[in-house]
């Protein structure tokens, strides 16, 4: 499958209370992906709280997804950062850790203007050799692209694909037909936003980038590979499974609920970098159910370990 | 005059492309606003950068501030970081550099909640003896502070003081009558939003927080005590002869208004960090003529310089 298409899993990083990112359980989450037959991994994204962590941890980070998963599995990195030279930094990190491809956010405190966005991918862009995708994220960087952007983009060189919020269902086909009209050929359009997502390939998209498929993969890579053999029946039936969680991250954010759910998993027992809080017992009782439903309606039941107390 | 009361002063922070701090450019900044009798400055404020600038880079900017400045005029420092130990390490090198305050943004990549913001907020006013102002500012941070919350910060030690966007005139009576009937009676209202912070001030409000008070300090110094002394009249006269310069700041956002400008007067030729772009040269027209409409109408005129070509 070329690289942004299919499902892109995006993991937690687990990190200590102070930042410093824990190489092994990382790449236990990550074999987990491997395992599961995800069709890349979205490392150090909004769910890999890439915006928290320093550069060097950073580089820790991509450093232990490659030595444990590359070859495997593609890796994206996330290399988003406030101001221009720093992520052209990070994604000359990211290429010499040995990265696959790229995921750029514009994050931003003064607001930014079109203009300025479009300046700020063409230099990051220009840093590597890597192929990278437009990450479009209103809710975290506050910056919404236009079409008419992400046009202007896809003709600079290495920028090939976007991540864009996954519209509802009654506009899916009409938004993505709009957008393929304006882009060339090869270029890839993928959602996220989970609850979205499959309806999105359902309607065309190429790519689902999933905080889910971060930590549950398996029921992710089913729901993918329904949506692209437009298995309308089974993508509902594993949506209904689903729709708990998306609930769950609907109310809290994803990335509250995926670190719940990982130490009810047993994955981790890594928090939130402070000042995100851990959820409270009775919303991860909630979990609980969600993630029972989860994996009882769609696992192999090998494939998921059991919850832990 | 209390700290966080009358005008403080927001100055811009030269640096050079690559963050590096202009020690002697921004003393000479510090100069001009000390000498026009600011009540206070802002230093590392939206204005000042602080998201764009490295920790070292911003104890540089302290410690060049209060050794030009300290003891003449106070200096109140933002310490807002993503992460809570990171603004509680910047809250410790403002006490350190000598800083006589601090202003905490709840900066944000994932959304934050008010539980979240708030142990945040007590974390940081714990770290330090200094007293810590709120700084309100939803279009940079993304999250808007209810009364409720700020009522709720206004009992923890050491915080005294609100930054708030200043309401319309229509709205502001009403507004700052509410929030004052919740919090203590020595808690510090004060407002940002350039262009209508002069009529909060008349209003009830105790301070502005003013983008253009760090550029052209005199002009709102004098509006400052109009609005103090209730003189309506005099207030409308200023606030007519600012208007252009307001005006501006709605459509390109004070931030790239205060560079070009500060580049006009020949104060600085430093450029707002990437990926932000500088005013292209008819916009940089506009903002000569608005300046000279202000320091023509306001100044006294040996106390601001000749615009530079």
């Known amino acids: 499958m070329p690289l942004f298409h299919g499902l892109s899993a995006f993991p937690l990083t687990p990190a200590d209370p102070g930042g410093r990112v824990d190489a092994g359980a990382l790449g236990a989450l990550l074999d987990r992906l491997a395992d ?4 890349s991994i979205g490392l150090l994204g909004s769910t890999g709280v890439y915006a928290y962590l320093t550069r060097a941890e950073r580089r820790r980070a991509i450093e232990a997804a490659v030595s444990r998963v590359g070859g495997r ?14 992520a052209q930094d990070l994604a000359r990190d ?18 930014l203007t079109d203009e300025e966005v479009f300046r700020h991918f063409v230099a990051v862009a220009g840093a590597t050799e890597l192929p990278l995708c437009i990450y479009n994220n209103p809710s975290t960087t506050h910056f919404a692209f236009s079409d008419e952007l992400i046009a202007r983009l896809a003709s600079v060189p290495r920028i090939v694909a976007v991540k864009n919020p996954a519209p509802s269902s009654a506009e899916a086909a009409a938004k993505l037909q709009a957008l393929r009209g304006r882009v060339p050929p090869g270029f890839a359009i993928g959602c996220s936003g989970d609850w979205n997502a499959p309806g999105a390939i359902l309607a065309g998209a190429v790519g689902w980038y999933s905080v889910l498929g971060g930590l ?12 692209q ?29 995926v670190y719940a759910a990982a130490n009810l998993l047993g994955l981790t027992d890594a928090q939130p970098p402070r000042p995100l809080l851990p959820l409270d017992p009775a919303e991860r009782e909630r979990i609980r159910d969600a993630l029972d439903r989860a994996t009882e309606g769609t696992a192999r039941p090998a494939e998921e370990p059991a919850l832990a107390d």
Do not use: N
């Not at 599961?36 to 069709?39: P, T």
């Not at 599995?73 to 720093?86: E, F, H, Q, S």
């Open 73 to 86: 599995v593609p890796i994206i990195v996330g290399v988003g950062a406030l101001r221009t030279d720093d």
């Open 229 to 257: 053999a437009k298995d309308q029946a089974e993508v509902r039936r594993l949506d209904a499974i689903l729709e708990p969680l998306w609930a769950l991250f609907k109310q809290h954010g994803s990335l509250r609920v």
């Open 216 to 227: 549950l993969p398996q029921p992710c890579v089913a729901l993918t590979r329904a949506a």
């Open 36 to 39: 599961a037959g995800v069709d």
């Open 94 to 111: 990211a290429q010499a850790a040995g990265a696959d491809g790229l995921l750029l956010a514009p994050v931003s405190y003064t607001p």
